[in-house]
């Protein structure tokens, strides 16, 4: 039975005076891969900060499973594993020593959590890089581990900022896959991507925030609707949606009169 | 390319470096939170560095000079005027190759974390030139310090000896001495990135060697501590030194002693043998051409910094098994901060602070009788304080990660209570080592071991305090921990409650020895097991 996972009402983040999310309101199903789209600067990492608990919001009310993020901080962290657009975690760690430091404050068993590990590690071909620092790990490499981080206690909530920048071909392939599963399997997925093609094909539901509005919501096929475009790609609904489209062009003639 | 286009692009490269201190401050993601745009922020940077290098630089000139002053002032006691003058000189060179190098070590630290030189390598630029960068960028980061140490001494030896040619000379010295304490520091820091860094998590031999590498890292904080607390003792050390070099002229060609004897030959003609001079003046011609060959390669060794520590790092061993071992959250806390503070060493160094200061302070006692409870208090007052820096470390090393730490589902009293036990057991180690060196030179510390178990629990109140303040404005406000000490005005703010909580039970056993004397320890238990009750509730319901 489908349930509401993340209900976001009125969400309003400031940084000083400058507003990067103006009250945006949306909401998660469990088994839904919601995809979270925008041109730069939008608003979609500062919506997904809001909701993991990393920026305090202005103002509105954030809800994973039923549970107030600012009633029941600690239990709506729990439920959540998140990858940051920016991954930056303990350089000097090892990702052994890091995954073991997230394993202890979430609470993992050490049998129960090794053979998932064993998994994620193949999964992800990082095995020879486990003892080292995460400072000399390539970007990529710290990706993985900070995918593994996110997926490590089998979160009901997987909040993901951007997770395919810098995953080798094979990586990626693999995210998907565990990200399609995680929503068959009854998960819901908050998924922030500047990639349409992956949107495209993986979100269930996207929602489109422009100027830390929501400006368009809903399956590719209902967006197209909304655009009155019957062929139109992802790609092109976006760039209608956020009115980028009539720009576009001017600086794509005037670079070609060049 | 020319010295001012090198220059320019120096500037560049330093304004970045300084950038990226307070950046770390402000915990990277979240940066734009509270500032209104980052050309204030850039602009607060520079000042922040600015304001670093002039409280570096009184911190050098006062200790520094203190020791010479010292034994200028002390020469009728013991040794002549020239030997004195000797032994200060002396001394003022150790101490300040000392002070450069233990701030350099946290200089090349923000340098090489930096990772600026990367993009220079990028750029059309010879590999000489990017080394001439790094050196001109790594002296700019210096240069205050560099400048005033370089200035102030000669001024100084001048007006004590009235000797010009002296005073030139010790112009020299200290610009030698400044080299050899920036090689030293580029040593170390191409040891530990090349070596060091490397050595993950499992191999014994890394291990070790990291532990053998922080020792000799704290030597430098040893020193300056030596330096600050026996400025004294040790400039009538290096005195009686030098006056041993009338029976050997060994000690003629060790440096500092070849400049501060050369001096001495100027300030004070006649006193010396020719050959003592002229020995002297060899040896310090000699320093003079490796502190030239040095500044020469000093560029090249950053250069090479970054190089080796990508290749060594990129190394990996054979990985057999992937599993882990997770603990309690708390305990996972307290292991990740102590792997962490193993593999930098600046936190390291704090953690050794209160041991050292007790190994110092127990030097300083060798002399007195019985220690008074007067003394007890200042001396737990004065570990105590030195604990209390150990907190906001404990925050800092969350670092720019502390945005990540706040995604996971930590309550804020799991992370005051690991690392308010971390202060404390360092405090308790302090006292374990005092115990030691008690039951060791078989002298009556009784009394600072008894107040100071009872202190423990005033110390742990205190801990937490600090840790409850910095965790409230890292959760609320965002703030990120980095570089705390670079804020000094929010980190004194900060650390003020704590000391006094710490200064309390003190304070009460002060006055309640004069009222009533036998009452001096339940009270001071008291008002300790108080505070740490009334914090231990508060941090519980956080």
New interface residues.
């Given amino acids: 039975m489908e349930e509401t996972a993340v209900i976001v009402e009125g969400l309003t983040v400031k940084?000083?005076?400058?507003v990067a999310v103006d009250n945006l309101s949306f909401a998660v199903n469990t088994g839904e891969i919601y995809g979270l789209l925008g041109p730069n600067g939008a608003g979609k990492?500062s919506t997904i900060?809001a909701i993991?608990?990393?920026?305090?919001p202005y103002s509105g009310k954030i809800q994973v499973y039923g549970k107030s993020l600012l009633e029941d901080?600690?239990?709506v962290?729990?439920m959540?594993g998140?990858v940051?657009?920016?991954v930056?975690?303990?350089?000097?760690?090892?990702p052994?020593?890091f995954?073991?430091?997230?394993?202890?404050?979430?609470?993992?068993?050490?049998d129960i959590?090794?053979s998932r590990?064993?998994k994620l590690?193949d999964a992800f071909d990082i095995?020879?890089?486990?003892?080292?620092?995460i400072?000399?790990l390539s970007m990529g490499n710290k990706q993985k581990v900070a995918v593994i981080a996110a997926l490590i206690h089998e979160p009901k909530l997987l909040i993901l900022d951007e997770p395919l920048v810098g995953l080798d071909a094979r990586s990626s392939k693999i995210l998907k896959e565990l990200i399609s599963y995680h929503a068959k399997r009854g998960g819901a997925v908050i998924f922030s991507t500047h990639i349409m093609e992956v949107a495209e094909k993986l979100c269930t539901k996207v929602g489109i925030i422009n100027h830390g509005k929501l400006v368009g919501e809903g399956t590719v096929d209902e967006l197209r609707r909304l655009v009155k475009s019957a062929e139109g790609s992802l790609e092109d609904i976006f760039l209608k949606v956020t009115e980028q489209e009539t720009s576009l062009n001017e600086v794509i003639r005037a670079l070609e009169e060049e | 390319m020319k010295f001012m286009e090198l220059w320019r692009i120096s500037n560049k490269v330093y304004k970045e470096v300084s950038f990226q201190s307070i950046f770390a401050l402000r915990g990277?993601?979240?940066l734009?939170?509270?500032?209104?745009n980052v050309l204030q922020i850039a602009k607060r940077a520079e000042t922040n560095t600015l304001i670093s290098k002039i409280l570096t630089t009184i911190f050098i000139v006062v200790f520094g000079l203190s020791v010479f002053i010292h034994s200028i002032a002390g020469y009728g006691a013991g040794a002549s005027r020239e030997f004195a003058m000797i032994g200060g000189a002396t001394a003022f060179f150790a101490a300040l190759l000392f002070l450069m190098a233990i701030m350099g070590l946290q200089v090349t630290t923000s340098l090489i974390s930096s990772r600026i030189l990367d993009v220079l390598g990028h750029l059309p630029l010879s590999r000489n030139e990017i080394s001439r960068i790094a050196l001109i960028t790594f002296i700019r980061i210096f240069d205050i310090p560099l400048f005033v140490a370089l200035v102030a001494f000669p001024i100084i030896y001048a007006i004590q000896s009235g000797s010009a040619v002296g005073s030139f000379i010790s112009f020299i010295g200290i610009a030698v001495t400044e080299i050899f304490a920036l090689t030293f520091t580029i040593g170390l820091a191409r040891f530990f990135y090349s070596s060091v860094?490397?050595g993950?998590?499992?191999?014994k031999a890394s291990t070790l060697l990291r532990f053998i590498f922080l020792i000799v890292w704290i030597l430098p904080t040893l020193g300056v501590y030596l330096v600050i607390n026996l400025a004294g003792q040790i400039a009538t050390l290096f005195a009686s030194m030098a006056q041993t070099l009338q029976i050997s002229n060994y000690i003629v060609i060790i440096y500092p002693f070849s400049f501060s004897l050369l001096m001495s030959n100027f300030a004070f003609p006649g006193q010396l043998s020719n050959l003592t001079i002229g020995l002297s003046a060899a040896a310090s011609v000699g320093y003079v051409i490796l502190g030239a060959y040095c500044l020469k390669h000093i560029g090249a060794s950053i250069r090479r910094v970054f190089s080796e520590?990508?290749e060594k790092?990129?190394?990996?061993?054979?990985?057999m098994e992937?599993?882990?071992?997770?603990?309690?959250?708390w305990?996972?806390?307290i292991?990740?901060d102590l792997?962490?503070a193993s593999?930098?060493p600046a936190y390291a160094s704090l953690f050794l602070l209160p041991a050292i200061q007790t190994v110092v302070l127990m030097l300083s006692f060798l002399s007195l009788g019985d220690i008074s409870l007067n003394i007890t208090i200042g001396i737990l007052f004065g570990i105590s304080f030195v604990s209390l820096m150990l907190p906001p470390t404990l925050l800092a090393i969350e670092?720019?990660?502390s945005?990540?730490t706040?995604?996971?589902?930590?309550?804020r009293r799991t992370m005051i209570v690991a690392k308010a036990a971390v202060a404390t057991l360092t405090y308790t180690l302090s006292l374990l080592i005092l115990l030691i060196a008690a039951v060791f030179l078989r002298r009556n510390f009784s009394l600072i071991l008894t107040f100071g178990a009872m202190h423990i629990f005033s110390i742990a109140a205190a801990s937490m305090l600090v840790l409850s303040i910095f965790v409230k404005k890292l959760w609320?406000e965002?703030f990120a921990m980095g570089n705390i000490y670079a804020r000094l005005g929010t980190f004194i703010c900060i650390l003020f409650p704590g000391v006094l909580m710490a200064l309390a039970p003190l304070i009460t056993a002060s006055i309640v020895f004069f009222i009533a004397s036998a009452q001096v320890i339940p009270v001071f238990f008291t008002v300790a097991f108080l505070e740490f009750g009334i914090m231990t509730i508060i941090v519980l319901r956080q």
């Fill in positions: 940084y000083g005076s400058f990492t900060k993991v608990g990393v920026l305090p901080e600690v239990a962290k729990s959540i998140y940051p657009e920016e930056v975690l303990f350089d000097s760690l090892t052994r020593e995954l073991e430091f997230i394993a202890s404050v979430r609470g993992l068993k050490a959590v090794s590990l064993e590690v095995k020879k890089y486990f003892d080292t620092p400072a000399a | 990277g993601a979240s734009p939170q509270k500032d209104k860094l490397r993950g998590g499992r191999s520590a990508e790092a990129a190394m990996h061993a054979q990985i992937v599993s882990i071992q997770p603990s309690r959250s305990l996972g806390i292991r990740k792997r962490i593999r930098s670092g720019l990660a945005s990540y706040r995604s996971l589902p930590l309550r609320e965002g």
